[in-house]
């Protein structure tokens, strides 16, 4: 089955910075990459899927690419209310399981 | 506007049977290839899939519980239903059940979550 490793595990940033989040899959996926944003004490929120397609709603500041082994999130101008975890996420055929990497928390610096 | 709410007991023993329900508004089990999924973050962890069901019926199980864990659905009372067996203090954490968009590999509104804690 497939694991997802998430880098960095932590990450610290200011206001209007440009963030980068990576994501890589033990074998290759196409592009069936899932991203989740979730603040503190709430539930997961869907950002991006397919890798790089924009769920309805969520700012143009995200952006999600990659294909295969490695997927990147990339917050182009960090804003306040956008410090949380992010996870990505892939349904794996054999055994059938959705696995999720282990999160980046991005922390105001 | 789909929602959903879980509920269920906010503590229990081990060794007790967990029984979570999922109650949902704004889609049917009875048209279109709904799922419903549940899944559960321990504090200060990932989070972590545990089952999911099928709008025919199709259920499937994390393998490293499968043996602990049923999932039902009530489609009269738009309900879907988790019990999960034997439980310990590592079960402890927050369960969420959530919606998987039609025909696709993801789950896109997710329900506000329960804390369970496992404690005698």
Same mark, same amino acid.
Request: positive net charge; hydrophobic residues 35%; glycine residues 8%.
């Given at each position: 089955?497939?694991?997802?490793?998430?880098?960095p595990?932590?990450?610290?940033?200011?206001?209007?910075?440009?963030v980068?989040?990576?994501?890589?899959?033990?074998?290759?996926i196409?592009?069936?990459?899932?991203?989740?944003?979730?603040?503190?004490?709430?539930?997961?929120?869907?950002?991006?899927?397919?890798?790089?397609?924009?769920?309805?709603?969520?700012?143009?500041?995200?952006?999600?690419?990659?294909?295969?082994?490695?997927?990147?999130?990339?917050?182009?101008?960090?804003?306040?209310?956008?410090?949380?975890?992010?996870?990505c996420?892939?349904?794996?055929?054999?055994?059938?399981?959705f696995?999720?990497?282990?999160?980046?928390?991005?922390?105001?610096? | 506007?789909?929602?959903?709410?879980?509920?269920?007991?906010?503590?229990?023993?081990?060794?007790?049977?967990l029984?979570?329900?999922?109650t949902?508004?704004?889609?049917?089990?009875?048209?279109?290839?709904?799922?419903?999924?549940?899944?559960?973050?321990p504090?200060?962890?990932?989070?972590?899939?545990?089952?999911?069901?099928?709008?025919h019926? $199709? #259920?499937? !199980?994390?393998?490293? /519980?499968?043996?602990?864990? +049923?999932?039902?659905?009530?489609? =009269?009372?738009s309900?879907?239903?988790?019990?999960?067996?034997?439980?310990?203090?590592?079960?402890?954490?927050?369960y969420?059940?959530?919606?998987?968009r $039609? #025909?696709t !590999?993801?789950?896109? /509104?997710?329900?506000?979550? +329960?804390?369970?804690?496992?404690? =005698?």
């Amino acid at each position: 089955d497939v694991q997802l490793t998430q880098s960095p595990s932590f990450l610290s940033a200011s206001v209007g910075d440009r963030v980068t989040i990576t994501c890589r899959a033990s074998q290759g996926i196409a592009r069936y990459l899932v991203w989740y944003q979730q603040k503190a004490g709430k539930a997961p929120k869907l950002l991006i899927y397919g890798a790089s397609t924009l769920e309805s709603g969520v700012p143009s500041r995200f952006r999600g690419s990659g294909s295969g082994t490695e997927f990147t999130l990339t917050i182009s101008s960090l804003q306040p209310e956008d410090f949380a975890t992010y996870y990505c996420q892939y349904l794996n055929d054999v055994p059938y399981m959705f696995t999720f990497g282990q999160g980046t928390k991005l922390e105001i610096k | 506007q789909i929602t959903l709410k879980e509920s269920g007991p906010a503590l229990v023993k081990p060794t007790q049977t967990l029984t979570l329900t999922c109650t949902f508004s704004g889609f049917s089990f009875t048209r279109g290839e709904v799922a419903v999924g549940w899944l559960r973050q321990p504090p200060g962890k990932a989070l972590e899939w545990l089952a999911v069901i099928y709008w025919h019926g $199709e #259920k499937h !199980y994390s393998p490293s /519980l499968q043996s602990r864990l +049923t999932i039902t659905k009530d489609n =009269s009372k738009s309900q879907v239903v988790l019990s999960l067996t034997n439980v310990d203090p590592v079960d402890t954490g927050s369960y969420y059940c959530a919606h998987r968009r $039609e #025909k696709t !590999y993801f789950f896109d /509104l997710w329900g506000q979550g +329960t804390l369970v804690t496992v404690s =005698s």
